[in-house]
């Protein structure tokens, strides 16, 4: 009995190992085994591709450049450029980059794709009219004058009745009026004032007068 079970042992063993050697496990087994280094490739690439996709990069430094080498610069970044504004000053290059003309500002991180805004140095002064802006205060002259691209320059005072509104805005010495054509940073002057003459009114004495109830 013992000898039966010994020999039908052996045969069991020896079907096993022609199993394990034959065409079809074989087959299989590398199958199960390709499938599981193809799924470990694709998980590797997509986390190579994720963080890619996440990379952040440094905004390069345009400013004082030409407008052509700042869109080259920030395009090779994988950046993507955009002219939005221009402005006019005599101390910087036309056609150039203006200082603070990027937006972000270089160095700072940002994803692939982003958009970086340029303001560059016009090649001519940018036209503007002057606002209505007499008999307004002070503060209020000052904002005006900036949204239209103006700056103040010599402010000087005369008397008047209503202290801090503006009496007269000058250019070049010369007193101009709402709506003279100007450019973009010209400097005016300003007359503003004081309310001085308002404070001598005030100032002045009242001569009292009485009328004797009788006359002789």
């Not at 500002?105 to 140095?121: N, S």
Request: with cysteine; proline share 4%.
């Amino acid at each position: 009995m013992e000898q039966e079970n010994k020999s039908s042992f052996g045969e069991k063993l020896k079907a096993w190992g022609k199993f394990f050697i034959s065409p079809y496990f074989i087959k299989n087994i590398c199958i199960y085994v390709g499938t599981i280094i193809l799924f470990f490739v694709i998980v590797i690439q997509c986390l190579k591709w994720y963080t890619r996709h996440n990379e952040q990069i440094s905004v390069p430094a345009v400013e004082n450049m030409s407008i052509a080498e700042a869109e080259k610069l920030i395009r090779d970044r994988g950046l993507v450029p955009q002219v939005i504004d221009c402005t006019y000053t005599s101390t910087v290059k036309p056609g150039t980059i203006i200082p603070g003309g990027q937006q972000p500002t270089a160095g700072y991180a940002v994803k692939k794709g982003r958009t970086i805004y340029l303001t560059y140095m016009a090649y001519s002064k940018e036209p503007t009219t002057l606002p209505n802006i007499v008999g307004e205060s002070i503060e209020t002259v000052k904002s005006e004058l900036a949204r239209c691209g103006l700056i103040v320059g010599k402010i000087t005072d005369r008397d008047g009745k209503y202290k801090n509104k503006l009496i007269e805005v000058r250019y070049k010495g010369a007193a101009i009026s709402f709506g003279h054509q100007l450019h973009k940073g010209d400097i005016v002057d300003l007359v503003v004032d004081n309310g001085k003459e308002s404070e001598d009114s005030d100032n002045t004495p009242t001569i009292e007068t009485s009328v004797d109830e009788e006359e002789f």
